[in-house]
């Protein structure tokens, strides 16, 4: 860490799940995700809920945790896609530039 940088510093955030209550500290730049996430999380956890009143609290929380984590995932390798594209586009114009210069 450099010596003039300023630690970020940690903000409490409040997360309630069925009848308990987390208190969470979490870095103050990260404040907004965490926000907005538990609200998104909650709205979804509600729609599944109401989906002919079929889940309870738990099995509700149960799918909209795995549906996160599909969603964490299927973005992981779109990122990774488009990361492997990047590299072969670079490669390329490395390849061009090469050309272009021998020449």
């Known amino acids: 860490m450099k010596k003039n940088s300023i630690p970020n510093p940690d903000v409490s955030v409040f997360i309630k799940l069925l009848d ?7 870095p103050a ?3 907004k ?3 907005d996430g538990y ?3 909650m709205q979804r956890v509600q729609q599944h809920k109401l989906k002919g ?5 738990i099995e509700a929380i149960a ?3 795995i549906e996160c984590l599909v969603a964490l995932q ?11 594209a990047f590299k072969s586009r670079v490669e390329k114009l490395d390849e061009t ?5 021998e020449s």
């Open 39 to 41: 609200e998104v999380f």
């Open 33 to 35: 995700f965490y926000r």
């Open 53 to 57: 009143k079929v889940y309870g609290d």
């Open 74 to 84: 299927r973005n992981q390798e779109e990122m990774d896609d488009l990361v492997a």
């Open 20 to 26: 308990r209550g987390f208190k969470l500290s979490v």
């Open 63 to 65: 799918l909209t945790s």
């Open 97 to 101: 530039l090469a050309g272009a210069i």
């Open 29 to 31: 730049d990260q404040e």
